[in-house]
């Protein structure tokens, strides 16, 4: 059984940073794919970046290329993501998940998903 386990959420003022991480335990991961994606309020759940775990290959959502960075430490079996220059409209509910395969922006092929970790980000 996959679990994962978000963790790093808080407050910031505009312009500052944050760094979230998903600790991430149950089977090996290799051939695996990781996500974090962000859902706010009266939204629906959106793609913010994905990882491969084998290779470290990235994928980004065009609103957060440039300031976002995902990693994993295939040690530590932890997904961070590194959010900087932060925005009012990143503020959201942050998700980690898990998939087999290939890295993707579709929610819909993550079978496994955290319970997210709340980021505010004030004006």
């Known amino acids: 059984q996959v679990q994962l386990v978000e963790s790093g959420g808080g407050l910031v003022q505009a312009g500052g940073s944050l760094r979230l991480s998903c600790a991430a335990s149950?089977?090996?991961?290799?051939?695996?794919?990781m996500g974090w994606f962000r859902q706010a309020p009266g939204k629906e759940r959106e793609f913010v970046a994905a990882i491969s775990w084998t290779d470290g290959n990235a994928d980004y959502a065009g609103s957060v290329k440039g300031r976002f960075i995902i990693s994993r430490d295939k040690a530590m079996k932890t997904v961070f993501l590194e959010m900087n220059s932060l925005k009012p409209e990143d503020t959201a509910v942050y998700y980690c998940a898990a998939k087999q395969g290939l890295s993707s922006a579709d929610l819909r092929s993550y079978a496994y998903w955290g319970q997210g970790t709340q980021v505010t980000v004030s004006s």
């Open positions: 149950g089977r090996p991961f290799a051939g695996f794919a």
